[in-house]
Every structure is written in structure tokens, then in C-alpha cells.
């Protein structure tokens, strides 16, 4: 099993300006995060805007970010969705392309029982050799992946290695914690709470804010593990408002209009995601 670190970002998906793939971006926004503290990547999720990207285009942007880093950091690469056989058939493809680790999202629309979330991810995992990662986001598929279900899939399924949670409960976070081994890694979706889960046993941060503020969350980690709580604290609080201010319209419409105000140039949004309003660039621009 690999680590994928402390400090996982969920990288956007570049366009150009006719709302293609733009690779040349793409290369040059990977090198960015590299430098700026990001310990892994993960591709095609739902920061990359992966429901509108088509199964070929998923394929090409994992081979292509595997060829970028080339060693220097774990790609994961986003393969999940609610239809359990082509989730299998993309993970398939994206091991041969090369990445690191799966992520697999909790199946959205269908609401699957507590088993059939367990068997969904079970057989996908059954069907690669590679590391899987789960997440947990019930804000955007309308099903919970109960902490009893993760703690079945961390303990029986080898290759479940991680969680990605963005449930927002400290509470089922702990349950899960308290209940799997020391090597299975859990994550936070959820920026903001990146030092409280930390401070229960937690891994670290799937993180957007890292996009634009890397170098000041990895100072927060690094702070926290050498025992320095106060200076981590302090981080947190200063990094607060815009970790809300990335969420203030459907992501990744803010951080990618964030990169654009840094300097790095990732294009738009795909419909049915539209830019900020006037008013939203102001007050991004001013957290900023």
C-alpha cells in the first residue's frame, strides 16, 4: 500500500477556450501544486468536474497527469459513479494508464442500501489491484455511507485502503477512526475541518483550497505534527474565510476563478455550471 500524504488535492480540470481539455494548462497546474506543498492528486473528481467529462476524456487527462508527474507524487484518479459495471470498466482503463490509487464516490440518484453501497464498492475493488480510496459526500448524492459500512469495507476488503469524508460529522469521522486499523487513512472533504480531523487521528485533507493557498495549509499540517497546536490554530483561523468563500457558489466555480486572479490560467466551467457573478468576483478577489 502507498501513502498518498498529508495534503491530497482535488485538481481541477483545465478548458480551453472552446471548453476542451486544455493539456498545456494542465501541465502547467500540475507542476504549480506540486510546488506548492500538494503530496498527491486526485483526477476527474467532483472538483474536475467529472460529470461532464466523458469516459475518453477521463482516460486521456489520467494518462496524461501520470506522464507529467512522472513518479514524483500518487495520482488518484476518480472512477466511481452509480453504475457499478462501468465503474469497474473505467478503473480497469485507468490502471492500465498507470495511476497510483481509485477514488470511488458513493453511488448518486440510485440511494442503494447500506449493503448495496458494501457490494458496489467491494466488487469494484475486487476488480483492480490498485489502492482504492471511497468518499463520502452525502451534501451531493443524497446517500450516506453509514460508519459501520466503511469500518466493513476498511476490514474486509484488502485494497480499501482510505476515506474521503465529506459527511461534515466530527462525530461519525471519530467512529470510523476508532474502529480501523492505524493504516487506514482518513481524509477530510471538507477544508475548514482539515485541523479538527487532524486532531482526532485523522490523515489529512483531500483539499480545493490547496489550489491557491498549498503552501499555507501544508505549514498548518507540519505545524500541528511537530505538536506547535497554537501556530496551527492561527493558520486555520486566517485560512477560515476563504475556505468558505471557495464554497460560495458550486465548486469549483470559485477556485478556478481564484487560479485566474493567481495568475494561472485554467479556463471556465462547463454548463451546467455557469461563472461568478460581478459581485461574486469581488468579494472572492478582496479574500484573496
Given at each position: ?6 495534503l491530497s488535492t482535488a485538481m481541477v480540470t483545465p478548458f480551453d477556450s472552446k471548453g476542451n481539455i486544455d493539456f498545456d494548462k494542465t501541465t502547467q497546474l500540475i507542476e504549480h501544486l506540486i510546488q506548492s ?252
Amino acid at each position: 500500500m502507498i501513502s498518498f500524504g498529508r495534503l491530497s488535492t482535488a485538481m481541477v480540470t483545465p478548458f480551453d477556450s472552446k471548453g476542451n481539455i486544455d493539456f498545456d494548462k494542465t501541465t502547467q497546474l500540475i507542476e504549480h501544486l506540486i510546488q506548492s506543498g500538494t503530496d498527491s492528486l486526485v483526477v476527474a473528481g467532483t472538483t474536475g468536474e467529472s460529470p461532464t467529462l466523458t469516459a475518453e476524456e477521463k482516460i486521456a487527462l489520467f494518462r496524461h497527469t501520470v506522464k507529467v508527474v512522472n513518479g514524483r507524487i500518487p495520482v488518484i484518479a476518480g472512477t466511481g459513479s452509480n453504475n457499478t459495471r462501468a465503474s469497474i470498466e473505467l478503473s480497469k482503463k485507468a490502471e492500465a494508464e498507470g495511476v497510483d490509487a481509485i477514488m470511488l464516490v458513493a453511488p448518486y440518484y440510485n440511494k442503494p442500501s447500506q449493503e448495496g453501497l458494501f457490494q458496489h464498492f467491494k466488487i469494484i475493488a475486487e476488480s483492480t489491484k490498485l489502492p482504492v480510496m471511497i468518499y463520502n459526500i452525502p451534501g451531493r448524492t443524497s446517500v450516506l455511507i453509514e460508519p459501520k459500512t466503511t469500518i466493513r469495507l476498511a476490514n474486509e476488503v484488502p485494497n480499501i485502503m482510505a476515506t474521503k469524508e465529506a459527511s461534515g460529522s466530527i462525530d461519525i469521522i471519530t467512529e470510523i477512526i476508532a474502529n480501523t486499523e492505524d493504516d487506514f487513512l482518513v481524509y477530510s472533504g471538507d477544508d475548514g475541518l482539515t485541523l479538527p480531523i487532524l486532531s482526532i487521528g485523522g490523515t489529512g485533507i483531500v483539499s480545493v483550497a490547496s489550489h491557491v493557498a498549498g503552501n499555507e495549509m501544508k505549514e498548518m499540517v507540519n505545524a500541528f505534527l511537530i505538536g506547535d497546536v497554537q501556530t496551527a490554530a492561527s493558520i486555520h483561523q486566517r485560512l477560515l474565510p476563504l475556505f468558505r468563500g471557495l464554497f460560495a457558489a458550486p465548486n469549483p466555480v470559485p477556485v478556478k476563478t481564484a487560479l485566474q486572479m493567481k495568475g494561472l490560467d485554467v479556463g471556465g466551467v462547463r454548463l451546467p455550471l455557469i461563472p461568478l457573478t460581478e459581485d461574486e468576483r469581488t468579494i472572492l478577489s478582496t479574500l484573496l
